[in-house]
């Protein structure tokens, strides 16, 4: 499903142990590297991007899911995109 997609909200037990209020929607996101990926504007095949954060982490982009043992391919934050990066 597409990041911004709600689905779901906050239980009684989840706000209770988080301190968010009950009935908060809940939409799917993305995970950092994917967000990193479209924050660089690495939106479509040919682009590529280096995140320097906590652990300094490069990827391409494809509209292809493609292995490789020296690589890990991750879902996209756009739909019909993977990234992927060095292991």
Same mark, same amino acid.
């Given at each position: 499903?597409?990041?911004?997609?709600?689905?779901?909200?906050?239980?009684?037990?989840?706000?209770?142990?988080?301190?968010?209020?009950? =009935? &908060?929607? #809940?939409?799917? @996101?993305?995970?950092?590297?994917?967000?990193?990926?479209?924050? *660089?504007?690495? %939106?479509?095949? /040919?682009?590529?991007?280096?995140?320097? =954060? &906590?652990? #300094?982490?490069? @990827?391409?982009?494809?509209?292809?899911?493609?292995?490789?043992? *020296?690589?890990? %391919?991750?879902? /996209?934050?756009?739909?019909?995109?993977?990234?992927?990066?060095?292991?």
């Amino acid at each position: 499903m597409p990041p911004g997609t709600l689905i779901g909200s906050v239980t009684e037990d989840a706000a209770a142990a988080t301190g968010l209020r009950a =009935g &908060t929607p #809940v939409a799917a @996101g993305a995970g950092d590297g994917q967000a990193a990926c479209l924050g *660089a504007g690495a %939106t479509g095949p /040919g682009r590529a991007y280096v995140n320097l =954060g &906590t652990a #300094v982490v490069g @990827g391409t982009v494809s509209t292809r899911y493609l292995t490789d043992l *020296a690589n890990r %391919t991750v879902a /996209g934050d756009i739909l019909g995109r993977v990234c992927s990066r060095p292991r």
